[in-house]
């Protein structure tokens, strides 16, 4: 089922089986962590995490603003995970940034 992370949801590994999944993160805070592990059939799952409307991010292309990072079904296997943090960018601002992953990660469009 789809979740709203909260900051006390800080260091947990969210595992999903199957169907298409969408976690959306909370507003960033420097020291956020989490893990979204596929534990499903190769090809059987989708995993989409959501950044609040003021949030990008980093590390699959250009940190865009308000888009989603995606495990697609058509390429995802079972033990791709992705682990992204939150911490304080070049800019000075603080952003989402990929810091672990297997498999292929896009962004949304």
Known sequence: ANKTLV???????F???GGTVIFTLPATTV??????LYTGTN???TIQVSPVAADGI?????AVVNK???LAAATIKRGDYVTINSGVGATGVTAWF????????TKEA
């Not at 900051?7 to 590994?13: E, F, I, L, N, V």
């Not at 980093?58 to 250009?62: C, F, I, L, P, R």
């Not at 990929?98 to 990660?105: D, E, F, K, P």
């Open 7 to 13: 900051a006390s949801d800080t260091g947990k590994t």
């Open 15 to 17: 595992k999903t089986s």
């Open 31 to 36: 020291g956020l962590v989490y893990t979204f």
């Open 43 to 45: 090809g059987g799952g």
């Open 58 to 62: 980093a590390a699959v292309g250009s």
């Open 68 to 70: 989603d990072l995606i």
């Open 98 to 105: 990929i810091t672990a992953q297997r498999g292929i990660v």
